[in-house]
């Protein structure tokens, strides 16, 4: 059974089974739907709010939505009308239709998410470890490098007996280390 067959099929006006939940004018973003853990926890209540979102998004004026959105939210908005007025009395297509909300749901949730994860305040801690995280690897991929590097000049210079090579300082310095002393150098 698919979903979109309800498109076709005239049936009852948003209007008239969002009641007084009903906008004329919708100017603001809606509030997203959370998919509910199982089917059977489905209620009159969270389908309206599911058709008040759909019905909002569609129609505001602020935010133009894909062509592909738009047919996906009103796929969703055909099944959530549908199971709000019962028009199939086989309780197999019953759920069906609200297994098929619950994957429109989880979706859209899942968007959301991609979108702002937790907020956006959320957000920009969030790059801000994954860019420290970033560094530490530089560091953990380069710092062994430099270090064999120091190694090898160590082993020429002793080999070679170099002038002065004892008076180098920082032959078993990580270059931590060594950053960290310039950048107080560089302080002072």
């Known amino acids: 059974m698919s979903p979109s067959r309800f498109i076709k099929q005239a049936c009852a006006t948003t209007k008239s089974l969002l009641g007084s939940r009903y906008q004329e004018e919708v100017d603001e973003d809606p509030k997203w739907p959370q998919p509910l853990d199982d089917i059977s926890e489905y209620t009159q209540a969270h389908l309206k709010d599911g058709l008040a979102f759909v019905d909002h998004t569609l129609r505001n004026k602020k935010r133009k939505i894909s062509p592909l959105s738009n047919h996906c939210l009103t796929l969703y908005q ?48 969030m790059v801000e470890r994954l860019a420290e995280l970033r560094r530490y690897e530089f560091a953990t991929r380069y710092g062994d490098h430099m270090q064999a590097v120091c190694d090898e000049l160590k082993s020429k ?6 002038q002065h090579f004892e008076e180098i300082r920082g032959w078993n310095r990580f270059w931590t280390d060594i950053n960290a002393d310039l950048k107080q150098e560089h302080e002072d």
């Open 78 to 125: 055909s099944a959530i009308k549908a199971t709000l007025l019962r028009e199939d009395e086989s309780p197999e297509e019953y759920n069906h239709l609200l297994a098929t909300i619950f994957t429109y749901e989880k979706d859209i949730y899942t968007n959301k998410f991609l979108r702002d994860p937790l907020g956006s305040d959320i957000c920009s801690t």
């Open 157 to 162: 210079a002793q080999i070679e007996k170099t």
